[in-house]
Nanobody, 121 residues
């Protein structure tokens, strides 16, 4: 099995910062693209940012310049540094990873349990 464990969410004032972490563990041969998604109440889950093993990054337009994704391949961990947070960033943030569990296996997608980020004064 593969587990993604997130941490770092919480309550922050507008303009503040938070850093999310997500570590992959379990039966893993290789972790390919990792990313963050978010889901606000009553809305669909949307892409925030992704990063592949080579460091290629993609961001949603709404977060460019404020949120930064990074990863530690050796630790199988992805981070999301969130600066200049706005109330509209309030959502449950989910970690996502595309994992190959053993050589020759197909890639499967896994999700973390989600961590709440609330931006409010």
């Amino acid at each position: 099995q593969v587990q993604l464990v997130e941490s770092g969410g919480g309550l922050v004032q507008p303009g503040g910062s938070l850093r999310l972490s997500c570590a992959a563990s379990g039966s893993i041969f290789r972790v390919n693209t990792m990313g963050w998604y978010r889901q606000a109440p009553g809305k669909q889950r949307d892409l925030v940012a992704t990063i592949n093993t080579g460091g290629r990054i993609a961001y949603a337009d709404s977060v460019k310049g404020r949120l930064t994704i990074s990863r530690d391949n050796a630790e199988k961990t992805v981070y999301l540094q969130m600066n200049s947070l706005k109330p509209e960033d309030t959502a449950v943030y989910y970690c996502n990873a595309r994992v190959i569990r053993f050589p020759g296996a197909y890639e499967n997608t896994y999700w973390g349990q989600g961590t709440q980020v609330t931006v409010s004064s």
